[in-house]
């Protein structure tokens, strides 16, 4: 692997990328509205045939509606949250070399090993590492060269 080196702002919109990118590859892809509609039909089923539980019934439900709000509004609440927190608006230094890929912001620094990767995810607008311990770790294309793209991809193949 050649080395290479470059450097991005943690900005709203790569942050954006990086939640519709990885989305339809990750553990909650699908919304699971199983939970809402439990706690729905739990609470009204206390408000209609237990008459001292309405304070219960009623806070049933509006975990119901808590949690179907959840599920709608989850990019939205995502981002908000990445933008709260430190990182936001950072400068990342991001470097490839022979062992894996580095990053560095002032507030954290994180190495992935080649042979911790499991399997890279090709995205239309970027690549998904795939750790073998299960996380994964997003890296939009607009940052390197179609030279260095195909290197990620032949070591994953390997």
Known sequence: MQAFTT???LSRAYLAECFDQ????GKNAKPNYTLPVVFFVLGMGLLA??????TVGFM?????VMEVLHIRFRR???LTR???GRSADSEVKLSLDENGINTQNPYTKTSVLWSDIQRVIETELGLILVAKSG???????SLFSDAVISEILAISNE
Request: without cysteine.
């Open 7 to 9: 450097q991005f702002t």
């Open 135 to 141: 996380g994964q770790q997003y890296l939009s294309k």
């Open 49 to 54: 045939f237990i008459e001292d539980s309405g």
């Open 76 to 78: 939205a609440w995502w």
């Open 22 to 25: 990885t989305l339809p590859y």
């Open 82 to 84: 990445q933008m709260w």
């Open 60 to 64: 049933l439900i509006v975990l119901a």
